[in-house]
């Protein structure tokens, strides 16, 4: 069945290709054995997910003969209006510089076993994997989000902030959290069809300790942004300029819509029959999708990752990981009081240890000592591979020692840091060598990292830039 879904879900966006950018919302139908699907979809950049299910609610009264809600609705565009407004005043101004303050030492993002780190695949198609929890269980999650003081909001994201920080190189990080903007004073934007929403850069520190002190640290974290929401995350973004490489800045997103003030009475397509049978997610600055919602009386989870780009296994074993910690959440009789803390399931353990038996007699000696005697031993012999050449020692040590001879004519030497911004690849390594041949150390800076963080790392006392 995940088969077929997953068919039917490429079918479509090769069908939402042709259409072009301009269709917002369209419909497809296919009929099967036993019956029809009933295709929706939404582009997201006009539907956030309140306007979705404004949708499905005006489509369950049309079909059942109850016609259109006749309810006043406001229209996006008094929106976008408010949102202008609100740019052109001092607290706009005023939250600009708080991030404006905050760029220089944001986290980056997690930092993820991934295929490449220097681009995406060619197709970006996202798989997903789901959690639902039936309504006792759901009760349950809500309850020991009670007993830890926290939404059951945060519960989600603080878990999956365990996860990432499992996997990642990186064990504090910024992740993209959606939020809503939707006025709640007026009760016509309640009708209103539209994307209301926009992202917030929340840095999620390395907090030791119980589940509850983890969660309240990122919950206090995300107190103090939301104060300062008015700038967007995309607006963060951009002024931390372009990575250079194509990739996305913050490609890792929590999304929750628990506790979203729906209007009553809203219907869904189940009231005449249909089945929900799932979804997907397809956006081109996005790597990993963490979304949680109510459908009915369930509490449903998604994560939508893009598939090929990640080493194989990685989002199998993290999801894992994310699913026993839920469950150990969910039946721990004082949460509060419990660590809760994620365990990597024990084939990937196994394949950890095995990759981290490396005991060994290491050699002593400086780093360009061993590349020199490769060199005076095997000169032709291949000492680095890239996808457009393949270098051996003898011009490795020609180019480095060139580097090193300038390096010290514009006096670099002993324990003078060296700041290499490069790209991974070989003249990354050909840099690096130079550096400690010429006496000094390196601080490599890869070129993905945003502007303003590269620029603040080379103006650090001390450190000269190659």
């Known amino acids: 069945m995940a088969e077929l879904q997953e068919l039917r879900k490429q079918d479509m966006e090769a069908k939402l290709a042709l259409l072009g950018d301009k269709v917002q919302v369209t419909a497809f139908l296919d009929r099967v054995a036993d019956g029809y699907y009933v295709n929706f979809a939404f582009r997201l950049i006009s539907f956030d997910a309140f306007s979705v299910r404004l949708f499905y609610n005006a489509l369950v009264r049309v079909y059942t003969g109850m016609g259109l809600p006749e309810e006043p609705r406001a229209f996006f565009s008094e929106f976008t209006a408010k949102r202008r407004a ?271 038996r490396t005991e060994r007699e290491l050699p002593t000696g400086r780093m360009e000592r061993f590349v020199a005697e490769a060199c005076a031993r095997y000169p032709e012999r291949t000492a680095l591979i890239a996808p457009d050449r393949v270098i051996d020692y003898q011009s490795l040590w020609g180019w480095s020692s060139n580097l090193a001879a300038r390096l010290r004519q514009v006096g670099v030497g002993s324990d003078d840091l060296v700041a290499v911004v490069a790209k991974r690849g070989w003249r990354q390594v050909t840099a690096l060598l130079g550096v400690v041949q010429s006496g000094g150390a390196y601080l490599p800076i890869t070129s993905e990292q945003p502007v303003a963080r590269k620029e603040w790392l080379i103006s650090r006392p001390g450190s000269r830039s190659c």
């Open 86 to 356: 609100i740019k052109e005043g001092s607290a706009f101004q005023r939250s600009m510089q708080y991030w404006q303050d905050r760029i220089v030492t944001l986290r980056n993002v997690p930092e993820l076993p991934v295929v490449d780190h220097e681009r995406m695949p060619e197709e970006s198609r996202f798989r997903r994997n789901r959690l639902v929890f039936g309504p006792e269980r759901a009760a349950r999650l809500n309850e020991q989000a009670r007993k830890l003081g926290i939404s059951p909001s945060m519960l989600f994201c603080t878990a999956y902030t365990d996860v990432l920080r499992l996997w990642s190189r990186n064990r504090a990080f910024t992740i993209n959290m959606l939020m809503s903007h939707r006025p709640s004073g007026d009760p016509r934007f309640q009708r209103a069809f539209g994307n209301f929403g926009s992202t917030l850069l929340l840095e999620c520190a390395d907090s030791p300790g119980l589940f509850v002190e983890r969660a309240k640290v990122l919950q206090r974290q995300l107190a103090r942004d939301v104060r300062h929401s008015r700038v967007e995350g995309v607006d963060v973004i951009r002024a931390m300029g372009s990575t250079g490489t194509g990739m996305p800045v913050m490609p890792v997103v929590f999304a929750s819509s628990l506790g979203l003030d729906l209007p009553e009475g809203l219907l869904l397509p189940n009231e005449f029959g249909l089945k929900n049978m799932g979804g997907g997610l397809h956006t081109p600055q996005v790597w990993l999708d963490c979304q949680v919602y109510m459908y009915l009386d369930e509490m449903v989870l998604n994560w939508d990752y893009v598939e090929g780009l990640f080493l194989p296994g990685v989002i199998e074993n993290m999801f894992e990981a994310f699913e026993q910690q839920i469950e150990a959440i969910l039946w721990h009789e004082t949460p509060q009081e419990a660590p809760l803390l994620p365990r990597v399931p024990p084939k990937a353990l196994l394949a950890r240890q095995a990759a981290n």
